[in-house]
């Protein structure tokens, strides 16, 4: 099985504009941002999609969401930020490599859509 495209970041086979890393994930800046901030917060071990994950992966779960606090708070974000994670084409899905999106600063709309 080929390497997905997050996993080619991670293994510094692919330049990214990295914002934070640790053990278990890694915080880069989207190249297509849909905010004035868009990072995409990549659990290190491979998660297809959210809708794949099992008991197992609880752990990595919950820390891709407290990074995301963590790294808000890194960067200054004083107003809220949304969390997003993609699931299926339907979603617009791009990279089977379950991943958090941190969109902020830029009054954002709702319903999403």
Known sequence: MSKTLFQRIIDREIPAKIEYEDDRCI????IAPAAPVHLLIIPKS????????????????GHLLVT?????KKIG?????RLVINHGPD???????????????????????
């Open 27 to 30: 915080v880069i800046h989207d």
């Open 77 to 81: 974000i004083p107003k809220g930020f």
């Open 68 to 72: 995301a606090g963590i790294v808000a």
């Open 46 to 61: 491979v998660i297809p999609r959210v809708g794949e994950a099992t008991d197992s992966d609880e752990a990595v779960l």
């Open 91 to 113: 979603a617009c899905e791009t990279v089977p490599h379950l991943h958090v999106h941190l969109l902020a600063k830029r009054q954002l709309t709702w319903p999403p859509g």
